[in-house]
């Protein structure tokens, strides 16, 4: 069943928080208003939901707040609410506080409890709508090329190593640096990618703490002593990798003593601060257009679903090894690209479309 005008929107954010959650709170509520709903916030996650800790939204605050990172209506990791008695509660305030839809922004472990409360009864005899929005800094989502706050901590990333690098450079030195992304490998893949790091230490590749430790030191071996003229290595170690970073180093010491004597290591890890800062554009914009979609998506009378990002009219086949590379043929691209220019293509026209809508949202 369609949402109507006054019916109220819940926004929550929950689990780790991820740079660009402010801006799609700041979408979800614009465009709710724009659509007529009374747009409320549920504080710190399923903990605020359980406790019925529901506030109004501040759209100026929020066009304030999309600038910056964290979230302005609190995270949290509740252990009680995916028990029986958390459940209760939580659907207990979904009536009293008469919400037709909550929108969740959060990862794996917040979208699966959004699946629990969708179909929840509602104060007026509905059905709860729900609808999900992936964020987390792990990019460990399926369904999603992107979630939000991904671009954000891979330009952390590089900007830290790029600052390393000049101390490595100017001491000769190799540096282990850890990162965030709990299981997945995709944040220190990516942006060992982008930074020029020498070695990347992922889970997913599956070696032995020995052979991670013949990897480096191989690394190393070849950077120092192969001519390359390179005056460190950098090493970026996803935390999914469990071998501690320090007794790493420790072994790899030991080896490369009698390679290159004069080569000092160091060990950094950057933890938390790979989850802070200002998100970047990226981040802001895949926050506000997920939101659009799925505040649409659930007016619409949608519910039990994701908001993913794929990337708009790209439908040739993926190529073997890459799932988000497409190989399209040079004469479609460029006559698409003629299309798109000309103002005809549905892309040309769907963005048309957008904009003005996007105005309207906006001049408000
Ligand atoms: O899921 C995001 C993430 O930052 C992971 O990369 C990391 O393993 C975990 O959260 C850390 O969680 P916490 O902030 O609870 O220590």
């Known amino acids: ?23 799609a709170l700041r979408g979800a509520a614009r465009v709710g208003a ?55 509660a939580a659907r207990t305030q979904i009536v009293a506080h008469k919400i037709a839809a909550l929108l969740v922004i959060g990862g794996n472990g917040s979208l699966t ?4 409360l969708a179909g929840a009864a509602t104060h007026d005899g509905n059905r709860l709508l729900v609808a999900g929005i992936p964020a987390s800094i792990d990019n460990d989502l399926a369904c999603t090329s992107m ?33 965030m992304g709990r299981d997945m490998g995709y944040l220190a893949m990516t942006a ?8 990347v230490l992922v889970r997913e590749v599956g070696r032995s703490d020995d052979a991670i430790v013949d990897q480096v030191v191989q690394t190393m071996t070849h950077a120092y002593t192969g001519n390359t003229g390179k005056r460190r290595v ?30 000092d290591t160091r060990v950094t890890v950057l933890g938390h601060v790979v989850r802070g800062g200002s998100p970047t554009a990226f981040d802001r914009l895949l926050g506000a257009r997920l939101a659009n979609a799925a505040v649409r998506e659930l007016m619409a009378g949608k519910t039990d679903f994701m908001a993913g990002w794929v990337g708009p009219g790209v439908t040739a086949p993926v190529v073997e090894h890459d799932p988000y590379v497409v190989a399209a043929p040079l004469d479609q691209v460029l006559a698409d690209t003629a299309r798109l220019h000309a103002g005809d293509s549905p892309l040309a026209q769907w963005r048309k479309r957008v ?10």
């Open 147 to 179: 979630a939000i706050g991904v671009d954000t901590a891979m330009n952390t990333i590089v900007e830290a190593c790029d600052r390393i690098f000049d101390t490595a450079t100017a001491h000769r030195r190799t540096f282990f640096v850890e990162v």
């Open 234 to 263: 950098l090493v970026l170690k996803s935390e999914g990798v469990k071998m501690d970073l320090n007794d790493l180093k420790r072994r790899v010491d030991e080896k490369m003593r009698a390679v290159v004597p004069d080569v």
């Open 113 to 116: 409890g959004a699946r629990t």
């Open 192 to 199: 060992g990618i982008a930074a020029g790091a020498d070695c």
């Open 34 to 88: 724009q659509l007529g709903l009374e747009i409320v916030g549920v504080e710190e996650g399923y903990v605020g939901l359980m406790a019925g800790r529901v506030v109004p939204l501040d759209v100026y605050a929020l066009d304030e707040a999309s600038r910056r990172g964290g979230t302005v209506l609190g995270t949290a990791r509740s252990k009680v609410f995916p028990t029986p008695e958390g459940q209760a």
């Open 355 to 364: 904009y003005s809508e996007v105005e309207s949202i906006l001049e408000k």
């Open 1 to 23: 069943m369609s949402l109507k005008p006054r019916d109220r929107l819940a926004l929550l954010t929950s689990g780790g928080d991820a740079p660009g959650m402010n801006a």
